[in-house]
Nanobody, 121 residues
Framework: QVQLVESGGGLVQPGGSLRLSCAASGSIFSINAMGWYRQAPGKQRELVAMTTRGGSTNYGDSVKGRFTISRENAKNTVNLQMNSLKSVDTAVYYC???????????????WGHGTQVTVSS
């Protein structure tokens, strides 16, 4: 089995910062892309940021210049530093990872349970 466990969500004032972390554990051979999506009430899940094993990154347009994704391949962890937070960033943030469980298996996307981020004064 594979588990993705997020941490670091919470309540922050507009303009503040938060750091999210996600750790993947279980039967894992390798992880390709790893990162974050979010879903606000009444809206579709959207890309926040993803990074490949080689370090390439992709950010959603609304977070470019404010959020930074980083990854530790040896620990199967990914972090999201969120600065200059706005009320529109309020959402449940989900960790996602494209995981290969064995050397011969194909890859599959796994999701964490999500962590709430609320930006409010």
């Amino acid at each position: 089995q594979v588990q993705l466990v997020e941490s670091g969500g919470g309540l922050v004032q507009p303009g503040g910062s938060l750091r999210l972390s996600c750790a993947a554990s279980g039967s894992i051979f390798s992880i390709n892309a790893m990162g974050w999506y979010r879903q606000a009430p009444g809206k579709q899940r959207e890309l926040v940021a993803m990074t490949t094993r080689g370090g390439s990154t992709n950010y959603g347009d609304s977070v470019k210049g404010r959020f930074t994704i980083s990854r530790e391949n040896a620990k199967n962890t990914v972090n999201l530093q969120m600065n200059s937070l706005k009320s529109v960033d309020t959402a449940v943030y989900y960790c996602a990872a494209d995981i290969r469980r064995t050397v011969v298996a194909g890859t599959q996307y796994y999701w964490g349970h999500g962590t709430q981020v609320t930006v409010s004064s």
